[in-house]
């Protein structure tokens, strides 16, 4: 349950569809995973790379140490943009830990508005999913776009989360600032927390929260994260950066 939540947390845009340019090809972010007890219960980097007409963004998670004696978790999810528009064109996860093995694709039909899923794992599970008004996208990505909304304490703004076989319609609030020490440094950030105001599902109807703290230098690194759970908190701290390729 546990890694399943971290996906989530690293699993959104405005309104309406616009060029991508949270990541660029080359950037690279690695963090670190403290979980309970486990100040290192894993890693995970998130990696921008150029493809055809499009943006690649990877995501690699992967449980450490003790943890992954008790837990061994490893997956990998790959999110294509197209370039032009910023529009969410597939989705794919695969991976395995010791409950069962993951394997899925999702693609994205704009002029039908159906989201066609296929999970290869638990074919029972495919099915077609409705697109409502918005253009659905990873949530990292939404909130390293947050790089160029230029939020301020107490405004908010609206995105559309895909997670799986659902997509949900979230509200990211800017809370305030805060100064956060991390291995790479210390920055000062805005605290963004996506929350789902209405007819709340998953870890939010649980009473889970997420919280992402944007750095508010020049770079607006995403430099910390955090999940909270009714069983513990799992926080994400950056531990190297790679820019993108000049």
Known sequence: MFARALLF??????????????????????????FAIFPRAGVITIAAHAGKNALVIS??????????????FDNQATVTLDQATGRLLAVKESGEDPKRATDSETTFDYTARIAHHVDRSRPERSTDIPIPDGDPIDLISALVQTR???????EKRAV???????????MIHAEGYEEVRTPIGKFRTLVLVPRMERNPKGLFKRGGEIKVWIAQDGSRLPVKMQLVLRYGTASLLMTDYTAAAK
């Open 160 to 170: 559309l989360v895909h997670f799986g076989r659902d997509l949900y319609p979230l």
């Open 59 to 72: 995501t690699v998670t992967a449980s450490r140490g003790l943890v992954r004696g008790l837990y061994p």
């Open 148 to 154: 160029d909304w230029n939020l301020k304490p107490g």
């Open 9 to 34: 947390l690293l699993a959104a845009s405005s309104a309406s569809a616009s060029a991508f340019t949270a990541m660029k090809p080359g950037e690279k972010f690695t963090y670190k995973v403290g």
